[in-house]
């Protein structure tokens, strides 16, 4: 008799970037196009279109998967050089529905490195800090980040 043993781990790693002291990311993960068929916690909104984006949320662990993106709920990610005032820290620490769509445009969801098909093809990356990544000769090459004063 045979078994087989499968594991799947999943590991978060939080870094710290060059783009300042107060970029986070808060995207749990990105969107997961799952065409339809993930089980979603019952605190998810019905559909990615019913998503109240913006508005308050208690459930910080929801994270949920539809064909069109992905919606969760937590703090809003604050993207500038300089430390905000402390009412505006308050205000992006509390929980509010944000969504992420699947991408139409033809690149990965996620950045990539090693080969690619289409010559030419430039695809940017990141939420708050942008790299800008380029197929050329069949290799996806990443250009310096970019990120706002």
């Known amino acids: 008799m045979r078994i087989a043993w499968s594991l ?4 978060v790693v939080v870094t710290a970037s060059s783009c300042g002291p107060s970029r986070v990311r808060s995207d749990p993960g990105g969107p997961a196009n799952t065409g339809g068929t993930a089980i979603n916690p019952a605190s998810c909104p019905a559909s ?6 913006g508005e308050a949320c208690t459930d910080t662990t929801a994270s ?3 064909a069109e993106g992905r919606c969760w ?3 809003t990610a604050y993207c500038g050089g300089v430390a905000p005032p402390d009412e505006l820290v308050a205000e992006l620490e509390r929980p509010t529905w944000q969504c992420k769509p699947v991408r ?3 690149c990965p969801e996620v950045q990539p490195t090693g080969a690619c098909t ?4 430039a ?9 800008l990544v380029t197929c050329q000769s069949g290799a996806w090459v990443a250009g310096a980040p970019g990120c706002p004063p």
Do not use: H, I, M, R
């Open 8 to 11: 799947v781990v999943t590991v």
């Open 48 to 53: 990615f279109a019913e998503a109240p984006l």
């Open 64 to 66: 949920c998967d539809y």
């Open 73 to 75: 709920c937590g703090p």
């Open 104 to 106: 139409t445009d033809g």
């Open 118 to 121: 289409e010559d030419g093809q």
């Open 123 to 131: 695809c940017s990356y990141g939420d708050c800090c942008f790299v």
